[in-house]
Every structure is written in structure tokens, then in C-alpha cells.
């Protein structure tokens, strides 16, 4: 857990340099600065965290239902690369807005609300209670019904509100 809170650290102030730069650089009239910091927003953007969650928990039904060997696998080759990207990209939007909210002092509360930020949670936390998870005949039967459903309700569902 401390490496994830150092690398998402990590990852925010060097985002928020960046975005910092950029809008230094815009400040002063160079365009540069303007297409450095859409960039960054167009990497950051919250509706990426539905596709990554439904790969998470396609993952995560996998590692239900597999022998330990294999679930093992599933784990270090999917399940910890999807984890961390979340993680980073996270850390991205959060260090973008701290570097617009320095800024412009612009009202960056309502992109902190947005309700997608809910899959981070939703891939964190299966993540850190996926041995919890293992363990269990019953809660393992169970879950690979939960991250079935929400795999395909992260696939297909329009999530429109």
C-alpha cells in the first residue's frame, strides 16, 4: 500500500509540474503552453476508468475460478498492470487540476465529484482484498458473480445519468 501511495504521490506533483509549466508557458502568450496542457487533459480524463474496470474485473472473475498456479499469473501479468494504471492515472488527473486549481483559481471542485471517479474505488479496493477474496469457497463463489456483473455492466451499459 505504500508503494501505491508513493508512486501516486509521485505521479501527481510531476503531473502538476507539467501542467504548471504548460499554463506558465499559455500565461505568457506562447501556444505551446495551451497544447501542453490539453494534452494533459485529454490523457486525464475520467470516462477511461470504465474500460480499464471492466478489464479489472474480467481479471478479477478469472482469478475466482482458475487454479492457484494460473491465478497467479492472471494477478502479476493483468491484474497488477491494470491496478497500477488506474493508480497513475489517478494521480494524473488529481495533479492536473491541483496545478489549474494553483492557477486560474478556477472552481475545480465539480471535476473532483465526478461519479466515474467511483471505478477507482470500486478497482483499489477489490485489490486489496483479492487474497481475502481467494481464501473463501463462499466468497470466492460469490464474487464471480459480482465481477461478472460488473464486467459486463462496465461493457455494455451506457452509464448515462
Known sequence: MSKALTSFALVAILTALLMALSLAVARHGY???AIGAERLDD????????????VY?????????????VAGIVLTHAADAIFWTV?????AIIGGLAA????????????????RFLFVVAVVGCHLFMNELRRNILLRSLFF???AAATLACLFWSFTI
Open 145 to 147: 458473480v459480482v465481477f
Open 31 to 33: 501556444p505551446f503552453g
Open 100 to 115: 489549474r486549481w494553483a492557477f486560474d483559481r478556477s472552481n475545480v471542485l465539480p471535476a473532483l465529484l465526478n461519479w
Open 57 to 69: 474485473f474480467f481479471s478479477a472473475l478469472l482469478m475466482m475460478i482458475l487454479p492457484i498456479r
Open 43 to 54: 490523457v486525464a480524463d475520467a470516462g477511461t476508468f470504465i474500460p480499464l474496470a471492466a
Open 87 to 91: 493508480i497513475l492515472l489517478f494521480a
